[in-house]
């Protein structure tokens, strides 16, 4: 029979699933092998074409290692819990869960039907309350964990509280807030609950405070930096303005030293480690403090009260009243300093701003508020500011330093303060120019007034005691002066800004925390999951509280009030988790997900450890990447995994770009649409404007005119001008969007040539790690081999016909090159060029009219982590038993069968090649061409005459001169 390719593929995909072939052990001899996908937000959209590419080489991937001998772990699961089924939620009144579970379900079908080796029976989604119990869990965790600098690591918050009670707070080197209090034991002891929490408050790595956050105001909550484009909410395009709320954050800047370092133990890409290294920023420079200058100072003049400001100790808080304090990484250039910048949103802007500048100041800050952070940060030639009225003194000379606003400098980075060195920063120059501020040169190299480098030769001038000396001993001389007058030290600062970890929205994990007096308490650990609770709508309270508060009677009853429930009921957290929440741990859960009694058995952690292969797009670089390196290291801290670092290989998968189709639009004499279309060849005769077009109703860029005419209504009497009786449709490379019409669906492809094609096909486009396009044309060709590949099992009429002979030496070598070949470009990720050597060998195998079982038993087991379908079939048919191919044993390539023992000799005659003839390598020149001389083609060729001469080149050519 024919390749049956529907009744085969819907056979097998419903056996593997009814025993559960793919299901790993926890506990096995063999050595095991954790792949992992990055998991999907399950969208109302489902899957096309693009989105199968990383799970289609991951599973290729799991299955060869199965063959290989290894316990795979390859799990499957869902990101289910975010912003589009909230706002599908408040468009429809439907429960976000409704939605959920139907896009899971959609997913789900699409998943199974392409054939993918997952372990069903862990599956996970963010959005179950046995599994968000969890993420509650370790929340708790940060929350009850501070950072030791000492141990460079987390310790428990007890321990903390412990050294407070026996040492006051002498002795601690913590990851914290700058605001914290110096204090004796005996005074710790006699501080009230709520003092003693509010300090501890100011350690803990998940804290509350007023941070600067992407508000929306029509989607009613915080956007991540990456959720909002120019100004607008990338769902919805709705307005988004800087805002200070009171948030969530997690201390993820106490690893920013341990996340830098471990980027050199993991095999990353390289562009994606950089990003993480940029993001994280590490600037090794100086804190310096201006003093706030007195409205009666005059230049060089400095009150008593001024001087003191700059002896203040370090440590004691940021933004005092009486200095600025900015962190430099160029702190010998301060003698340069001209001006003194704060982000709009610093928290002094409002006492320091004179009335006469108030109007506009307040006229400033309202523009940066509709700009995003990394609008703020990517816009490098827009000069824009405002001048506070403000003056700071340079506490190594006493100038008097204007003190302005500007949205280049961002409150959360640093101090929310920099001093501008014109001389030395093009921008702070081009902010000189334009404001008419000073501009001092410091060094004496050419060009001084927009670089100074310390690469380049030169000394300093105006500076001080600082003249003469080269970088290096200008530098270090600053910061012994600073610190000797208490007015700065050498400092290493972080780019990387704490993480905001609340959402004003429904659909996200609770937090698991309540207020007392106004400070956040821990829900007892027996009381979780904290339940997400029902709400009448998922949008803020009219008084503009997250939808959370709308939940009638969710309030905390304490079970530790000493006399049982109902002693004291409290106010619960109303914000819910972020996205990243969910997907910074679910790797672990994987491991053993049916467990209630922990996230994950210490056994199970234990045994897998860590992602050894790990496939996902770069885009999540500097979000969930980074955020589950945080939480892995902070796992590791508190003993829960042995592994410092979660993937210890990734791979970035390319993009599958979409190939738009054009159809022409005739336009009249008034230039108005017509409803005639132009074939693509000829409208360079015509005034034509070009439509996207439905790809589905196009083949070989040929449009199908009876199914344009039934796509859109006022299509339907379109009238077409051909070319050769066709109309071409233009093409275009474009991203895979519904709005050009090039979405292609995976299940149609699967109907029309099978999950095996589909599979092939897609490793066929090219290399994985690079983007490409989608072209549907060439897809034909995958499925024309595998037919190809069936028929080796086949006679003419398609009756299952193989062999028990035993092959001959080509037959051998043609296996064992593709044994060879496939193994090395599986285990390197090439797997367009695997297609390319399959499709080779089984031409030869075709050629040779091979149908031996010893070849095609192993062909079989070759072939099937790109085509599993047809391959367990064949594996079935050769009469091995069902399933087992999963788990059989990868061939073992013998080079042997690849070394050459005989040469086809092209045999001319008077220089033109006629035939040839295969003899041994090992005959010398006598021997073959004795061998020539008697074979009966070259007799043949001869016609009876004898040749003159014979010129053998051995292992080339012969010649017969006659």
């Not at 056979?11 to 052990?25: L, V």
């Not at 962190?327 to 001209?338: A, K, L, P, Q, W």
């Not at 000189?432 to 001084?448: R, S, Y």
Request: net charge negative; charged share 25%; with cysteine.
């Amino acid at each position: 029979m024919d390749y049956q390719f529907k009744d085969i593929e819907k056979k097998w995909q419903q056996f593997w699933a009814d025993n559960h072939t793919f299901k790993a052990e926890n506990k096995t001899n063999k050595p095991k092998y954790y792949v992992l996908d990055m998991f999907p937000y399950p969208s109302g959209a489902g899957l096309h074409v693009g989105h199968p590419l990383g799970y289609i080489a991951s599973d290729i991937f799991a299955r060869y290692k199965r063959l290989k001998g290894f316990n795979v772990l390859h799990p499957m699961g869902y990101d289910s819990f975010g912003l589009p089924a909230e706002q599908y939620a408040i468009q429809t009144g439907q429960h976000p869960s409704v939605t959920t579970e139907d896009n899971i379900a959609t997913y789900r079908r699409q998943l199974d039907q392409i054939g993918f080796s997952f372990d069903w029976s862990r599956e996970v989604r963010t959005s179950n309350a046995g599994y968000y119990k969890w993420t509650q869990w370790i929340f708790m965790q940060l929350f009850n964990s501070w950072y030791n600098k000492e141990a460079d690591k987390a310790i428990s918050i007890a321990e903390l509280v412990a050294h407070f009670e026996s040492k006051g707070s002498t002795g601690i080197n913590a990851v914290c807030d700058e605001e914290i209090l110096s204090f004796t034991a005996d005074e710790w002891k006699a501080f009230t609950e709520q003092e003693q929490q509010a300090e501890l408050l100011k350690y803990r790595l998940t804290y509350l405070r007023e941070s600067t956050v992407n508000w929306c105001a029509a989607l009613g909550t915080v956007l991540a930096n990456d959720e909002v484009k120019d100004g607008f909410s990338e769902r919805g395009g709705y307005p988004v303005e800087q805002k200070k709320m009171m948030q969530w954050s997690m201390r993820i800047t106490a690893y920013a030293q341990r996340l830098l370092q471990g980027l050199d133990t993991i095999d990353w890409p390289e562009p994606l480690k950089e990003m993480q290294r940029n993001w994280i920023g590490k600037s090794v420079g100086a804190s310096v403090r201006f003093p706030i200058a007195s409205p009666k100072s005059s230049p060089k003049e400095r009150t008593s009260e001024e001087s003191a400001a700059t002896s203040l100790s370090f440590g004691e808080g940021r933004g005092e009243a009486n200095y600025i304090e900015v962190f430099t990484t160029r702190v010998d250039t301060i003698f340069g300093v001209t001006f003194v910048v704060l982000a709009p949103e610093h928290e002094l802007v409002a006492s320091l701003t004179t009335p006469e500048q108030k109007t506009a100041v307040e006229e400033y800050i309202a523009k940066t508020k509709k700009k995003s952070e990394l609008d703020r940060m990517a816009d490098t030639k827009t000069v824009s500011g405002a001048f506070t009225g403000s003056y700071v003194l340079n506490p190594l000379n006493g100038e008097k330093i204007q003190l302005w606003i500007a949205d280049y400098v961002l409150a959360g980075y640093g101090t929310g303060a920099v001093m501008a060195v014109p001389s030395g920063d093009q921008r702070d120059y081009l902010f000189a120019k334009h404001f008419d501020l000073p501009i001092v040169p410091i060094i004496d190299i050419q060009n001084i007034e927009t670089e100074a480098d310390p690469t380049k030769e030169g000394t300093y001038i105006n500076s001080d005691f600082m003249n003469g000396l080269d970088y290096k001993a200008g530098t270090a001389a600053v910061i012994a002066k600073l610190e000797e007058v208490g007015a700065g030290k050498a400092k290493v600062n972080f780019r990387m800004r704490d993480a905001i970890f609340g959402r004003q929205r429904y659909w996200g994990e609770p937090v698991p925390v309540y207020f007392k007096d106004g400070l956040p308490y821990l829900i007892e650990e027996s009381e979780l999951p904290l339940i997400l609770p029902e709400i009448d709508k998922y949008l803020p309270t009219e008084t503009g509280e997250p939808p959370l508060a709308r939940a009638a009677g969710w309030k905390y009853t304490s079970l530790s009030s000493g006399e049982g429930r109902g002693e004291a009921t409290y106010e619960y957290e109303l914000s819910t988790m972020p996205g990243w929440a969910g997907s910074s741990w679910y790797w672990y859960r994987y491991m053993d997900a049916q467990n209630d009694a922990e996230f994950a058995s210490e056994e199970a952690i234990e045994y897998w450890k860590a992602v050894d292969l790990y496939i996902g797009g770069s885009e999540h670089a500097t979000g969930h990447l980074l955020y589950s390196r945080f939480w892995n290291k902070f796992l590791k801290d508190i003993g829960k995994t042995p592994e410092e670092e979660p993937f210890k290989k990734l791979i970035n998968q390319g993009m599958i770009q979409g190939r738009s189709n054009f159809v022409y639009r005739l336009i009249d004499e008034e230039g108005k649409g017509t409803n005639t279309f132009v074939s693509h060849g000829l409208i360079k005769e015509h005034n034509t404007s070009p439509i996207h077009v439905d790809v589905n109703i196009v083949e070989n860029d040929v449009l199908n005119l009876n199914k344009f005419k039934e796509w859109r209504p006022d299509f339907a009497d379109a009238e077409f001008i051909l070319e050769n009786g066709k109309y071409v449709c233009g093409v275009e490379i474009e991203k895979m969007s519904k709005r050009y019409y090039n979405v292609v669906n995976p299940d149609d492809l699967a109907q029309r040539y099978g999950a095996d094609t589909l599979r092939m096909y897609e490793m066929f486009l090219g290399p994985l790690e690079q983007s490409k396009p989608w072209n549907t044309n060439g897809i034909e060709g995958v499925f024309k081999f595998l037919r190809k590949f069936w028929r080796l099992f086949h006679d003419a009429d398609w009756n299952f016909t193989v062999s028990s002979a035993e092959p001959n030496k080509a037959e051998l070598k043609s296996l064992h090159k593709i044994i060879q070949k496939v193994e090395q470009d599986i285990e390197r990720f090439s797997f367009n060029t695997s297609v390319s050597s399959f499709m080779i060998a089984v031409n030869e195998l075709t050629d040779l009219k091979c149908n031996k079982r010893a070849i095609l038993h192993n062909m079989v087991i070759i072939l099937e982590p790109y085509a599993p379908h047809i391959c367990e079939e064949l594996w079935v048919m050769l009469g091995e038993q069902a399933g087992t191919l999963s788990y059989a044993a990868y061939p073992t390539f013998n080079p042997a069968y690849l070394v050459e023992d005989e040469f086809s000799y092209p045999i001319s005659f008077n220089g033109k090649m006629k035939t040839n003839v295969s003899l041994s390598l090992s005959l010398s020149n006598d021997e073959i061409e004795a061998a020539i001389r008697s074979h009966a083609d070259v007799l043949k060729y001869l016609d009876g005459k004898a040749p003159k001469k014979v010129i053998v080149v051995k292992g080339r050519i012969v010649n017969i001169v006659v």
